[in-house]
């Protein structure tokens, strides 16, 4: 138990950790489909159709958001 208390009053003299901020990019994006996010979630429940996965996609610059159901998730499956 002494010891605990000195590790806190050592502890205490310390400053606040500081970090680093990312800065924001800025993209400029001419027309749809020319860059797109994609995010793959899952593992669900298998589906009757054998789907485990669920792809999210979207443009930036329409912002359209897209799902469909994947097997997978290995790069071929997600290409197609």
């Known amino acids: 138990m002494k010891n605990g208390v000195e590790n806190t009053a050592c502890g205490a003299q310390?400053?606040?950790?500081?970090?680093?901020?990312?800065?924001?990019?800025?993209?400029?994006?001419?027309?749809?489909?020319k860059r797109i996010a994609l995010d793959i979630l899952g593992p669900f429940p298998?589906?009757?159709?054998?789907?485990?996965?669920?792809?999210?996609?979207m443009d930036y610059f329409t912002?359209?958001?897209?799902?469909?159901?994947?097997p997978d998730q290995e790069a071929s499956t997600v290409a197609e």
Do not use: F, H, I, M
């Not at 298998?46 to 996609?57: A, C, E, G, P």
């Not at 912002?63 to 994947?70: C, M």
């Open 63 to 70: 912002k359209w958001p897209e799902a469909v159901l994947s």
């Open 14 to 33: 310390k400053g606040p950790k500081t970090r680093t901020k990312g800065r924001w990019q800025r993209y400029n994006v001419g027309t749809p489909l």
């Open 46 to 57: 298998v589906t009757t159709k054998d789907n485990k996965y669920v792809l999210v996609l």
